[in-house]
């Protein structure tokens, strides 16, 4: 879920992100092994310009 926000020049993006798989051993089975959702997995991001 995001906002975008498109001016002639510029771009602006403020977006929420949700992770639901580490890469790495974290103790748990599973595709969806983040260990504390809230914590962990829960990420705010900020951009200026398109995502590529």
Do not use: C, Q
């Amino acid at each position: 879920m995001g906002l975008r926000l498109d001016y002639e020049s510029i771009v602006i993006r403020f977006d929420i992100g949700i992770a639901i798989h580490a890469p790495y051993d974290t103790g748990r089975s599973g595709y969806y092994n983040i260990p504390k959702f809230w914590r962990n997995g829960l990420v705010f991001n900020f951009g200026i310009g398109y995502p590529f």
